[in-house]
T-cell receptor
Framework: DAMVIQNPRYQVTQFGKPVTLSCSQT?????MYWYQQKSSQAPKLLFHYYDKDFNNEADTPDNFQSRRPNTSFCFLDIRSPGLGDAAMYLC??????????????FGPGTRLTVT | GQSLEQPSEVTAVEGAIVQINCTYQ??????LSWYQQHDGGAPTFLSY????GLEETGRFSSFLSRSDSYGYLLLQELQMKDSASYFC??????????????FGKGTRLSVIA
């Protein structure tokens, strides 16, 4: 089945130690997103890629960066994680087709713990 | 900018009908989506309304009134497995593939026996 895969599902890192979260998709979607979701809150968009065109949300901290080396893969790098960065990180994809762009497909998420 | 308002919590009895409302304020409007998220899980797409009226998908229906900037998700014949958070989301910056969703804060639905 076509899907969005995130690895690892659980990640523990130390305060200030860089960490990379990965996402891959078999849906061949042009658009990929990274969201941060804290407990009982809505997903908060960090970045999105439209093909290779990178779009950074204005309030995304500089500590967060992303790479998309090809259509299938996308990475979230947290350069110096703080305790406040502990959250669920969700990767999502969508078609660039105007008719289907409203439907996003989410991966299972990576739960990040910062110690 | 944009803002979406939905109730934070709703409780309903198994077998009943529940309506989750969403009002929005956006600079533009290109459709209202609904997503379901179970605890510890990822959001999953439920429905989308671009035009006024009711869209039905099995036990779930979604309604939109563009003139009132209002929509709702209707869940019928509630089951325990429907206990989850429900998010409304809008696209307000355009109708291309490069306009991400903005999510409401979510409504926590608890279905009780």
């Amino acid at each position: 089945d076509a899907m969005v895969i995130q690895n690892p599902r659980y990640q523990v890192t130390q305060f200030g130690k860089p960490v990379t979260l990965s996402c891959s998709q078999t849906l061949n979607h042009n658009v990929m997103y990274w969201y941060q979701q804290k407990s009982s809150q809505a997903p908060k968009l960090l970045f999105h890629y439209y093909d290779k065109d990178f779009n950074n949300e204005a309030d995304t901290p500089d500590n967060f960066q992303s790479r998309r080396p090809n259509t299938s893969f996308c990475f979230l790098d947290i350069r110096s994680p703080g305790l406040g960065d502990a959250a669920m990180y969700l990767c999502a994809t969508s078609s660039s087709s105007r008719a289907r762009a409203y439907e996003q497909y989410f991966g299972p998420g990576t739960r990040l713990t910062v110690t | 900018g944009q803002s979406l308002e939905q109730p934070s919590e709703v409780t309903a009895v198994e077998g009943a009908i529940v309506q989750i409302n969403c009002t929005y304020q956006t600079s533009g409007f290109y459709g209202l989506s609904w997503y379901q998220q179970h605890d510890g899980g990822a959001p999953t797409f439920l429905s989308y309304n671009a035009l006024d009226g009711l869209e039905e998908t099995g036990r779930f229906s979604s309604f939109l009134s563009r003139s009132d900037s209002y929509g709702y998700l209707l869940l019928q014949e509630l089951q325990m497995k429907d206990s989850a958070s429900y998010f409304c989301a809008v696209r307000d910056l355009g109708d291309s593939g490069n306009t991400p969703l903005v999510f409401g804060k979510g409504t926590r639905l608890s279905v009780i026996a």
